[in-house]
């Protein structure tokens, strides 16, 4: 299962307590992307930055490699999309897993990629 940036921080939410069983039991994996991303986030507080890193330590970040390239420069000549969610999607096909995130209308047009929203599981 690949869990993107929006997991994660979802997560991170007292109220979301499925979502991280949900997470622990499915191996978590992320793109580097979603590293950046969440890690990155200018506003991040020290207590959520540390919860984060945690998280991180404990997941398989998965690097750019030429396949993930290749990937996302495909699906960018396929349709429009940012370049994060297409070295997303990218590494979520070329690691053969799910991808897990809130924005599956962003993802659902790519046929060869499984997409679901764990929030949606757990209600």
């Known amino acids: ?11 991170t939410q007292p109220e979301h307590d499925l979502l991280r069983q949900f997470i622990k039991k499915h191996a978590p994996a992320v793109s580097v992307v979603s590293y950046i ?3 990155g986030y200018h506003r991040l507080q020290e207590t959520e930055r540390l919860l984060l ?21 495909a699906l ?3 349709q429009r999309m940012s370049l994060g969610d297409s070295i997303v999607a990218a590494t979520a096909l070329a690691y053969g897993r799910p991808l897990a995130t809130r ?13 679901l929203d764990p929030l949606l599981l757990s209600e």
């Open 103 to 115: 924005n599956v209308e962003d993802f659902v047009w790519i046929e060869e990629l499984t997409v």
């Open 37 to 39: 991303e969440v890690l």
């Open 76 to 78: 960018r000549q396929r």
């Open 1 to 11: 299962m690949l869990i993107d940036s929006n997991i994660i921080i979802y997560a």
């Open 53 to 73: 890193e945690k998280f991180f330590q404990v997941s398989e970040v998965i690097p750019l490699s030429e396949p993930i390239v290749k990937q996302a420069v």
